[in-house]
């Protein structure tokens, strides 16, 4: 089993930055694909950002330049950099878990509770 904390989640304003914390515990292993999701108000879940076991980054094209994924792999610890964040940046950030390092959606087997980001002006 694979343990996911979120932590760095809170109100920030328009412009302003945070830097989100994922601790991995358990059985991680940094040759998994890590990946930050995200679910807005009355939206669905999205990824926005994921880190495989090489350290390669992808991201969603609306984020791309905004965001950063990044990973301690000596601490099991994955971070998410976000910048310029707008109020449609509000929601829940997950991040998950792919022991496969496929980096696709079903893969992510493993999630953390998530942590509230509030954007507001």
């Known amino acids: 089993q694979v343990q996911l904390e979120e932590s760095g989640g809170e109100s920030v304003q328009v412009g302003g930055s945070l830097r989100l914390s994922c601790a991995a515990s358990?059985?991680?292993?940094?040759?998994?694909?890590m990946a930050w999701f995200r679910q807005v108000p009355g939206g669905e879940r999205e990824r926005i950002a994921t880190i495989d076991g090489d350290g390669a980054t992808t991201y969603a094209h609306s984020l791309k330049g905004r965001f950063t994924i990044s990973q301690d792999s000596t601490k099991n610890i994955v971070y998410l950099q976000m910048n310029d964040l707008r109020s449609e940046d509000t929601g829940t950030y997950s991040c998950a878990a792919d022991p496969t390092d496929l980096c696709i959606g079903s893969s992510f087997i493993y999630w953390g509770q998530g942590t509230q980001v509030t954007v507001s002006s």
């Open positions: 358990g059985r991680a292993h940094s040759s998994y694909c």
